[in-house]
């Protein structure tokens, strides 16, 4: 049988010969065996453009991928045909007037997107509405309005997209909205929630950003779990802050309520990644109940106005210390216009010797340079030892347990206010959402390391 050029999308070379000679094309569902005897059964994939030309790709039944070497495929038969189509319908929320009120700002991420088979990327392609068709339980919820602000990847998140974003916050709670959720990608979601902490004060309702480690068409995707989950809390949640709303354990038992200013992506994969640091999480949320951790949160009050200070200098950076590192990085950070510098030292705040009249002279030319610990846990002590007194004595201001993510965030936000050094340490010195905090719980900081004997009994006692 002849296949078609254009039913062979992506193939090129080794395996595009291999589906024509075999008879089989994309969107083909196949039985093949290989040269071991195994069997596989599912959909010809396109394939990536991008990759080599030895693999055909078949999505098994169970809905993942493999990817199988032409050369040890022993038999193939074609045993159905339909050309998929990766699209969910847009759909509009239906309303019930006695259900709150809560917008979905969609940003882009992978909880707004699907796998594009052509080059094997996953893009920004679902809107908000389109995320309604695949989530329908988000109804019984609330009352939905969405709205797509914007359609990137969170790693091209920046100035422009923080300060409308803000904007668009303070617009939809002046319209009455219950509650806010911002779709959002994973990578930089704690970045966006620790400037929205700043620019969106006393707000009177939740503002929960959510997203999801896997896109919606992998088996194994938290993307539906998270958004049910973040329109609940917006929803019915009494706290009114800026919160980061994601999988709890690995398992889809509940939710965390992160804080916007104490929140980190700890793991690249994993759907449980996120983590409260150097706190515990504000609560959790199930399907049908929450559970309050914390009792000093901003409740939720309608009558409170929420204050929008939308402004943001990204004429900052982070310098992340390491040994050897090289006072010419800090003089050509100057030399460049760059007005704060946030370090995260080693130990309790530190830096090495050489760096000193670098900062001194970055320092007296008016950038302002403060101290996190790349710990994250644990406070910039910079008073304990010489080489911390030093850069006290030169000026470097310490944050104690700032996050090194929130103090560029913070940093930035200050800086779009005033350049006057005096005004710059006190207002980054200033509490304003949990950024700092007197102490760290002592169940804060817990590990877990496999391996050991305990560890492993608890694992295998609670193991589901």
């Given at each position: 049988m002849t296949t078609p050029?254009?039913?062979?999308?992506?193939?090129?070379?080794?395996?595009?010969?291999a589906l024509e000679r075999w008879g089989v094309r994309v969107w083909s569902d196949v039985q093949l065996e290989n040269d071991a005897g195994s069997q596989?059964?599912?959909?010809?994939?396109?394939?990536?453009?991008?990759?080599?030309?030895?693999h055909v790709v078949i999505k098994l039944k169970n809905g993942y991928n493999v990817g199988l070497h032409v050369d040890r495929v022993r038999s193939v038969k074609e045993v159905g045909?339909?050309?998929?189509?990766?699209?969910?319908?847009e759909k509009e929320f239906p309303r019930r007037p006695n259900l709150p009120a809560v917008t979905l700002l969609g940003t882009g991420g992978t909880i707004a997107s699907r796998l594009d088979y052509r080059t094997g990327a996953v893009i920004p392609a679902f809107t908000p509405g389109e995320l309604y068709g695949a989530v329908p339980e988000l109804a019984d919820i609330c009352n939905l309005t969405t709205k797509k602000l914007f359609g990137v990847f969170s790693e091209n998140m920046a100035k422009e997209q923080y300060i409308e974003l803000a904007k668009a916050i303070g617009e939809e709670i002046e319209n009455g909205a219950d509650g806010i959720v911002i779709g959002h990608g994973t990578d930089t979601m704690g970045h966006t929630a620790a400037i929205l902490s700043f620019m969106v004060q006393d707000t009177p309702v939740p503002i929960v950003l959510v997203g999801s480690q896997r896109s919606s068409d992998r088996p194994s995707s938290d993307a539906a779990l998270n958004l049910i989950h973040s329109v609940r809390a917006a929803a019915y949640c009494d706290i009114a802050e800026v919160q980061i709303c994601m999988f709890g354990p690995t398992s889809d038992r509940y939710g965390l309520l992160h804080r916007g200013t104490r929140c980190r992506k700890m793991h690249s994969s994993y759907r449980s990644t996120f983590r409260t640091v150097g706190d515990?999480?504000?609560?959790?949320?199930?399907?049908?109940?929450?559970t309050y951790l914390h009792s000093d949160y901003r409740k939720r009050d309608k009558t409170r106005k929420v204050k929008i200070d939308a402004v943001y200098n990204d004429r900052t950076t982070i310098l992340y210390y390491y040994p050897g590192m090289s006072p010419d990085l800090v003089d050509a950070l100057v030399e460049k216009g760059y007005r704060g510098i946030v370090i995260a030292g080693t130990g309790l705040?530190?830096?090495?010797?050489?760096?000193y009249p670098a900062l001194e002279k970055a320092i007296q030319k008016?950038?302002?340079v403060v101290m996190t610990v790349q710990t994250l846990w644990g406070y910039a002590q910079m008073y304990v030892y010489d080489t911390g007194r030093d850069l006290l004595e030169i000026g470097v201001v310490p944050l104690d347990n700032m996050l090194p993510e929130t103090a560029l965030m913070k940093?930035?936000?200050?800086?779009?206010?005033?350049?006057?050094?005096?005004?710059v340490l006190r207002m980054m010195r200033a509490v304003v959402s949990h950024e700092i905090t007197d102490r760290e719980p002592h169940n804060g900081y817990l590990i877990m390391q496999g391996g050991l004997p305990e560890i492993d009994e608890f694992i295998l006692s609670h193991w589901k």
């Open positions: 050029a254009d039913a062979l999308k992506g193939y090129k070379g080794h395996a595009r010969a596989f059964e599912g959909v010809i994939l396109p394939r990536s453009e991008t990759q080599d030309d030895l045909y339909k050309e998929a189509i990766y699209k969910i319908p515990i999480p504000l609560g959790t949320v199930g399907r049908d109940s929450f705040g530190h830096v090495n010797k050489p760096l008016g950038v302002h940093l930035s936000w200050v800086l779009a206010h005033t350049d006057d050094h005096g005004v």
